[in-house]
Every structure is written in structure tokens, then in C-alpha cells.
């Protein structure tokens, strides 16, 4: 029921940074780096993973955008309009992932998978294998945790993963039953009229 509240959490701060400005975006930029360095995660590791994601975003925009040419090279014309829009869609992207990782590094995968499967297991009542598909997003953040070891070399990956399927020890799951508590549905319920209201 926490991992669920958490991820109700983690949720509506998303939808607010969607919302925000531009300034305010920079703020919680700020706030999430402090966090960041608060709970030891280097911040700089996941912008450097991104950098050509977001170095594409920003120079998408002045691109696309019209407005006030600032840049005109070859006849590619960077607007001012353009700039402002892609480093704020680039902020607000930086919100997005880190407020993922500080909520994924504080939960296991374990209790991210039952938190989502409270959103899916209405499906059930349409006829759908919810507890398959249980089982199925299970298998794929485990094997998702073991691939992402520095043990596996991904330039060599059919020779890595051999070495993986033959240490059994790596890919033993444990598997409970999912149970869904009532009270859930009380707060995604809180949580589906809250974004009604914004």
C-alpha cells in the first residue's frame, strides 16, 4: 500500500511539472539536484546519458519554432522563441527522469510491479490474464536488473548471455500471488480526481 501512495506520489509531481513554468521548472531542477546529492545519486551520470536526447531536443525547436531569427546558418534559421521553448522542454525533461530515478532507487522493482498492476487489474473484469501479465512484467525487470550488471559485456552479448542462462543462481525469481487491497482504489480514485481538478 506505501509502494502504491509512492507511486501516486511520484505521479502527481510529474503532472505539476508538466504544468509548471519556466522558472518554476528551474526551481524544482535545483531542488532535485540537492536531492540528488543528498541521497548519493550522481545526477551527472544520468544528464550524461542523456546528453544526446536532450542535445537533440534543444536544437529541434529553434528549428521548428517560428519567431525573432537570432541564427541564420545555410539557411537554417534558430528562432529566440525557439531556444526558450527547447531548454525549458529540456528542464522540464530532466524533472522527468530524475524524479523516476529517486523514486526507482528508493522502491524495488518488486513493489514498482504491484503499484502498476493496481492501474491494470480492472482489466480482469474484461476477461484479460492480469495475473499472467503479472508474471510477465516480473520476468522483464528481473532479466532487466540482470542485464544491466557490469557482468554482462554487450559488445559479446550471445556469449554473455550464455554465461548468464548457465548460472542458474541469477535467474531464480521468487513469485507471490498479487492481492489487491481495496483501499488502493480509495486513493487512485483521490488521485484520478486530482488530475480532474488541475
Known sequence: MIELLK???VLVCLKFIHIFSFYS???VLFFLLLVCCLVKLNPIKLIFKLKYFLLSIFIIYPLSI???IIINVMNLNF???GFISGSEQCIRLLNFFLVAK?????TSSYSVINS???FVYPLKFFSFNVLRLHKI???TFTYFDNFSKKSFNFREPIISLKKLLENKTQIKIRYTKFSVNPMG???IFLYIGSLILL
Open 137 to 139: 512484467m516480473l520476468l
Open 116 to 118: 502498476l498492476m493496481y
Open 185 to 187: 482504489y480509495f486513493f
Open 79 to 81: 528562432t529566440l522563441e
Open 7 to 9: 507511486l501516486l506520489i
Open 102 to 106: 529517486l523514486y526507482l532507487i528508493s
Open 25 to 27: 521548472n528551474g526551481l
Open 66 to 68: 517560428p519567431g525573432e
